[in-house]
């Protein structure tokens, strides 16, 4: 899922849209909106975010030090005006990457895996990448590897893979595994989506591992269990 961040509805809604037209969970919030879903939020929340677009908001620098306090995904600012003295603040200021308006999604999207790429390198992005035998789960938007070899996901299969491995041994619900793959915390969890993606997931790993590494519970959830 992505945050976006902007004073102005029109924008955020516009954002909103174009994630999901790539298939990509995002949620829009204004500026004071978001600090009240950010402290509220559980853990399992905040492991849903991908990354975080900041747009026209005051005190973008103090954003994105409570956003990474919180959280490790990545923080992209945009503005409409080149500043260098404004882009090294914000880089200062620890945000992840700085890019000018327009911007179509696809590159924010390019730009937050960039990023998580150069994060997960060496020792990080073996720590992880959650291991399960020959299973192995990656957190950087590539596909996950069984004996080496990449199985190729669609994306939301992918996504609720990469939630479940993150959270291994853990029971996960299908309303946390709605609001991970589809950002909506605030409608009704779409039970028979997340079960229709699960069971596409489930059959797929059994054919290639030749065991289900997912346990699941009626009534109750699933578990990654490798």
């Known amino acids: 899922m992505f945050i976006v ?6 924008v955020t809604d516009q954002y909103v849209a174009g994630f999901g037209q790539e298939g990509v969970a995002a949620r829009a ?15 399992q929340d905040l492991e849903t975010i ?15 030090a409570t956003i990474r306090a919180l959280s490790h ?8 005006t080149r500043s260098l003295e404004q882009t090294l603040a914000l880089f200062t200021a620890g945000i992840d990457d700085v890019v000018r308006k327009p911007v179509h999604v696809r590159e924010i999207i390019a730009r937050a895996n960039a990023i998580r790429r150069r994060v997960s390198r060496g020792a990080a992005l073996e720590a992880e990448a959650p ?3 020959r299973l192995v789960v990656y957190q950087d938007g590539r596909d996950p590897e069984i004996d080496g070899e990449s199985l190729l996901l669609p994306r939301r299969e992918r996504h609720i893979l990469e939630y479940l491995a993150k ?15 589809y950002g909506d915390h605030e409608s009704a969890c779409e039970e028979s989506v997340v079960e229709g993606h699960i069971s596409k997931l489930r059959k797929k790993l059994r054919a290639r591992l030749g065991h289900d590494p997912i346990e699941a519970k009626r009534m109750a959830g699933y578990t990654f269990v490798g």
């Open 73 to 80: 995904a990545p923080i992209i600012a945009l503005n409409e």
């Open 167 to 181: 959270n291994r041994g853990r029971q996960i619900t299908k309303g946390q595994i709605f609001n991970a793959v």
């Open 5 to 10: 961040i902007d004073e102005r509805v029109s």
């Open 29 to 43: 919030f204004p500026t004071d909106g978001f600090e009240i879903w950010l402290n509220g939020a559980q853990s």
């Open 131 to 133: 291991r399960a035998g």
């Open 50 to 64: 991908e990354g975080v677009v900041l747009g026209d908001c005051t005190d973008r620098a103090g954003y994105a």
